[in-house]
């Protein structure tokens, strides 16, 4: 049976949020082992978007900051900053279509989250796709 990429991106949200609470709680892991509890296919696109998103996390976070009005990442949830931090890499780093990455993300926010954080997404991904993807 085929895994569609949402559901890839669902798993790489909780793997996300996984890493998120054991760094919060200073707890030891290996990425690859998370990503294994998460992923019995040894999926591409889960790695890639993993270890691109924790690879360029402080430059992600930085550029999150830039576009949240009178917030910053590190207030997030968990769930909300795997979400937020998987979008905008997968929306800068990735040949996925920028409407995809936008939509992807917003999906899993209105699943995950509430409305107002994926209004939030959805103008920050919106500002970071006007102002820094197309300036490129």
Do not use: C
Request: proline share 1%.
């Amino acid at each position: 049976m085929k895994v569609t990429r949402s559901e890839l991106r669902e798993k790489i949200m909780t793997i996300l949020y996984q890493i998120n609470v054991y760094k919060k709680d200073k707890i030891d892991y290996k990425i690859e082992d998370v990503i294994k509890e998460n992923d019995k296919t040894d999926n591409e696109f889960i790695k890639e978007i993993v270890y691109g998103t924790i690879e360029k996390e402080k430059e992600l976070d930085t550029l999150i900051d830039k576009y949240l009005k009178d917030w910053k990442v590190n207030r997030l949830g968990n769930i909300d900053k795997a979400i937020f931090e998987m979008s905008v890499y997968e929306l800068m780093y990735t040949d996925t279509p920028h409407i995809v990455s936008i939509n992807e993300g917003i999906l899993l926010s209105k699943k995950y989250s509430d409305l107002k954080v994926s209004k939030l997404l959805n103008a920050v991904l919106d500002e970071i796709l006007n102002n820094e993807v197309k300036n490129e």
